[in-house]
């Protein structure tokens, strides 16, 4: 993990989102796994020395992914948004599948060494509600894929309210409307779920 | 959940949400109209709205406390409180318990987690700019290490105090007071640029006043060199846009664009627009890039006067006039409108305090008078300004400070990027020449470096090649502006020629042939009357023969004929003027075969029908000039520039001459006022134009000798000395340029003529004289007899003309 490649697979980045805002649809299956890696990448260099206290954000994550994957002299603005659009789908995945780790190992009882300290617990705490968040996500996105994949935006790929806007051709407007729904929406169903537990 | 009744719910949800609280129970139950499953997913949502508190107001990965260094030690510091945390290391107040130094001090540290490869690099050059730096209003480096764990550190001066905006605010300082602490800035900010260092993120932040009421200038952490060196991978402009400041970034750095002096003078000018309103200029307040380009690039800041807050200077009608105008001057979104360097921002606040006129104008007038000049020309050269200016404070010793700690790599972009992206900034620039030799200096420094341990590596061979023909055009190529260092140029060309050879055994290709071929025409024109720049010529012909036959291809079909020409053209400098027509007629048929544009076609004609004029056979020159004015007068409808026109006036004067050799004195007249005219409007249009210049005194020459032969006497001699006072100029200010001086030559030889035939037999003698010596010196000996010939023919008609 010390040692950083080269930027990976400029070109085809570079390319693929090309296509993507030409409208090849495709493009973006085969952007995927390339932004992917990347982010996967760059997260675990950060969530490895988590325990030692860092303050690090989503959209710092994706725009290093951004700068290093892509030729920004080829790209303009449209460009950008398909490609943190992507970023915030693969950026879910990669922090869900952290958590769940994190919380599969506590579990199993390995990690009785951690010392009890406030920040581990906040942390921990943190883990499951991610986990909640993006059950409840995919649960909302079978009946509105739309307000889902504004929160994907938002809140695990770090974009403004405009970049979303630009991303999804829209106002912004409709996305904070959007935005103030599915919140809604996850709390009470999140919450919800967590009182049906405790019956 | 149907899709239907969702999107109910929607609705709902959102006019609920639009209406004032106590009413929105009553609306829910009155919208879902019974739907009692409705109203209660409805009610349960806005519940959850107004109860979500923070869910998800914060990303992910947004949290966790800083490390807590209290009480470590780095080096011989023994660390205390923390004292700020930045966007890449956490501050410090640490003291050295080794009593070293007796006061606390500042340690700035990497954060844990941030120390990737880029960040601790970001982190080294700011160490490093601040070693750069020693200035009272900088804060000073005191030292620097790794702590334990590996992560750099340095320390620095401690600063305590408070920003310069809150300083003025809340001591209500006077206008005055407020311009003397910003001048302590500017002097800070103007010392980081005579060291070549950018700041990059000024903002009220980063200056601070001391307890003391000092100036302090903080965080290097951005800053940049301003001649590149030492490339770093993460020095994309897109790298810096993550870590600007949106509110105190200048439109440059939003768009991307390249950051000059230009960048810190605008960020200089929002904090001065702050300390004097009590508001900022630009209110960023989002996180969208979309925002910041609408604010920063689009948006005009309101006058400071209209924006003064309960912070600013009282009454806000002070602010109106000359110091509003130094404001709005900085602050203009294109970097060439603005003060180009932060000591003429300085300045006219200075002149200000001191009630002097300002240079600052009210946007309008200022804009109205800079539409009388070029944009492009005026954007350029201000930009070469600055690294004029730059270049003035540059200290040797710091560049090969600078310079000895970087490795390889660095040495030959260095070279590069001096060649290719510094000085043809300065190239046009008047009095540009201190910097220009220096560049050239020190490029040939780091090639010789380069060059000593005898590398094979073509594309190393290939950037040294071509870094020494580069050198070289810029220490003597006489088509365009040069250093007039025509040794050190034939031995860059000669270098340069050496290692294309080198490559040439390593790995041979057409395309470094081709290269070669034109290192020697490059090479040959320097000196045009050495037998080696005969034999360079002829080499490159060669070459020019090879490839034309073995690889004839389209892109490089010029290179056969170009080299042609280029003998051409040294042929006739040697005065070979059978030859020379040999070389141009190939040229000639080669161009207009391969169709490369047809003012290849016209020069060629030029030159056959001069050196038919040499011949004597001015009947030839006639068809050859003719048939260029043909071409030349086509183009000339396409192309309106001052080239196709200069082009042009010469066609009707070698007319001219050729006329006047013919003895048919009317029609070279004529010709020659053509010419004249032509002459008199390029040199107009552009007087710094020295080809026009230099083809006004050619017309005059010309005219004088017509004139002389039509016993005109004043007027002759009023046009040959306006070209003889010409041409001793160009001898004057440019040096060792045999073709100066050969023109020189010819203009006397011309007076001689005329005086001649006015009968002046001592001037004549006089002039002849200074010909025949400068002549002699140039090794023209079909000059010298042309020369000899006129002035015994004339003497034979003036003694003619005595005896009757």
């Known amino acids: 993990m010390q040692q950083l490649p080269e930027k990976p697979q400029e070109a085809d980045v570079t390319q693929l989102l090309i296509e993507v805002s030409e409208g090849d649809a495709a493009a973006v299956n085969r952007l995927l796994p390339l932004v992917y890696n990347e982010l996967r990448r760059l997260a675990s260099s950060y969530l490895q020395r988590e325990r030692a206290g860092h303050t690090l954000q989503a959209t710092a994550l994706v725009h290093e992914a951004w700068l290093r994957l892509v030729d920004q002299t080829r790209v303009e603005w449209r460009n950008r948004a398909h490609f943190f659009g992507v970023a915030a789908q693969m950026m879910r995945r990669i922090l869900v599948d952290h958590a769940r780790a994190h919380v599969a190992e506590k579990r199993g009882g390995g990690a009785v060494h951690v010392s009890l300290d406030n920040e581990l617990e906040i942390s921990n705490e943190r883990h499951a509600e991610l986990i909640a968040i993006d059950e409840a996500l995919t649960a909302l996105a079978r009946f509105d894929p739309m307000k889902s994949q504004i929160v994907e935006l938002r809140f695990f790929g770090g974009l403004s309210v405009e970049e979303i806007a630009a991303v999804l051709n829209s106002s912004t407007a409709t996305v904070n409307r959007h935005w103030r729904m599915a919140r809604a929406w996850l709390y009470s169903h999140i919450t919800g779920a967590r009182a049906d537990e405790q019956e | ?804």
């Open chain 2, 1 to 804: 959940m149907t899709p239907e009744r969702w999107s109910r719910l929607e609705e709902i949800f959102d006019a609920a949400l639009a209406r004032p609280e106590p009413e929105r129970e009553s609306f829910l139950a009155e919208a879902c109209g019974g739907d009692a499953e409705l109203l209660a997913h409805a009610r349960r949502l806005v519940a959850a709205h107004d109860g979500a508190g923070a869910f998800m107001n914060t990303p992910p990965l947004a949290e966790a406390a800083p490390e807590d260094l209290k009480g470590q030690r780095a080096g011989p510091w023994l660390i205390e409180d923390l004292i700020g945390r930045g966007g890449m290391g956490t501050v410090w107040r640490a003291v050295r318990d080794d009593g070293a130094y007796a006061h606390e001090a500042a340690l700035k540290v990497i954060r844990r987690g941030f120390d990737s490869a880029e960040i601790t690099e970001r982190f080294r050059r700011e160490r490093q700019f601040l070693a750069l730096l020693n200035h009272p209003n900088i804060a000073r480096l005191l030292d620097g290490g790794a702590t334990a764990d590996g992560r750099p550190f340095y320390v620095m001066e401690l600063v305590e105090g408070e920003p310069i905006t809150e300083w003025c605010w809340k001591r209500k300082l006077a206008l005055r007071e407020r311009l003397r602490l910003f001048l302590d800035a500017c002097a800070a900010v103007a010392h980081a640029h005579s060291n070549l260092i950018i700041h990059r993120d000024l903002k009220p932040a980063n200056i601070f006043i001391t307890r003391e009421g000092l100036v302090k200038l903080l965080d290097f952490g951005i800053a940049k060199f301003f001649l590149p060196d030492l490339p770093s991978p993460i020095e994309t402009q897109a790298a810096q846009g993550v870590m600007l400041t949106p509110a105190y970034a200048a439109p440059e750095q939003i768009a991307g664009q390249p950051v000059t002096t230009a960048t810190d003078v605008y960020a200089l000018g929002l904090v001065l627009y702050e300390m004097l309103t009590g508001s900022r200029a630009q209110d960023v307040t989002t996180n969208s890039p979309l925002d910041w380009r609408r604010i920063v690039c689009e948006t005009a800041p309101a006058r400071p006067s209209a924006a003064v807050s309960e912070s600013g200077v009282h009454p806000p009608s002070g602010l109106r006039g000359d110091i509003e105008n130094i404001v709005l001057k900085a602050l203009q979104k294109e970097p060439a409108r603005r003060y180009q360097t932060v000591q003429q921002f300085a300045e006219d606040l200075e002149r200000f305090l001191n009630g002097l006129p300002v240079k600052a104008r009210a946007d309008s007038l200022y804009y109205r008078a800079e539409r009388f000049v070029r944009r492009n020309k005026l954007a350029v050269a201000s930009a070469a300004l600055v690294v004029l200016s730059l270049a003035g404070g540059l200290a040797v010793a710091l560049y090969q400070a600078r310079i000895a700690a970087y490795h390889f790599q660095s040495v030959k972009s260095l070279a590069t990027a001096l060649l290719n992206e510094i000085h043809p900034a300065i190239e046009d620039v008047p009095g540009a020449t201190k910097a220009r030799l220096l560049i050239v200096k020190r490029s040939l420094e780091y090639l010789d470096k380069l060059t000593a341990a005898n590398p094979r590596d073509p594309a190393l061979l290939t950037e040294v090649s071509q870094a020494y023909a580069a050198i070289a055009a810029i220490q003597g190529n006489r088509n365009r502006s040069n250093l007039g260092d025509y040794a050190g140029a034939m031995r860059s060309y000669r270098k340069s020629i050496e290692f294309r050879k080198r490559i040439e055994e390593i790995a041979p290709s057409p395309r470094n042939r081709q290269w070669i071929a034109l290192m020697y025409a490059e090479a040959a024109r320097v000196y045009p009357t050495t037998d080696e720049s005969l034999e360079f010529a002829r080499s490159a012909v060669a070459i020019g023969e090879e490839l034309a036959l073995t690889a004839p291809g389209k892109h490089d079909a010029w290179v056969l004929p170009n080299t042609l020409f280029g003998l051409g053209y040294i042929l006739t400098q040697q005065e070979d003027a059978p030859r020379a027509i040999e070389a141009f007629e190939r040229a000639r048929k080669n161009y207009v075969e391969i169709r490369r544009r047809s003012n290849h076609w016209s020069v060629c004609d030029r030159y056959l029908g001069l050196n038919w004029l040499v011949l004597g056979r001015p009947e030839k020159s006639v068809f050859h000039y003719k048939r260029a004015l043909e071409v030349d007068t086509e183009r000339m409808k396409k192309d309106k520039s001052p080239r196709a026109e200069m082009d042009t006036s010469y066609d009707y004067e070698g007319l001219a001459r050729s006329y006047e050799a013919l003895g048919r004195l009317e029609q070279a007249l004529e010709q020659a006022r053509v010419t004249e005219r032509m002459r008199l409007r390029l040199a107009a249009q552009d007087p710094n134009d020295q080809r026009a210049r230099l083809g006004l005194a050619d017309v005059e020459e010309v005219i004088g000798s017509i004139l002389s032969r039509m016993g005109k006497k004043a007027e002759s001699l009023r046009y040959l000395n306006r070209a003889i006072e010409a041409r001793r100029g160009f001898v004057q200010a440019t040096p060792d340029s045999p073709e100066d001086e050969y023109e020189l030559g010819r203009a006397l030889a011309a007076a001689a003529g005329a005086y001649r035939r006015l009968g002046q037999a001592n001037l004549a003698q006089e002039h002849a004289a200074e010909a025949r010596a400068l002549f002699k010196k140039l090794g023209r000996g079909l000059s010298l007899a042309a020369l000899e010939r006129e002035v015994t023919e004339v003497t034979a008609s003036t003694r003619d003309g005595g005896a009757h």
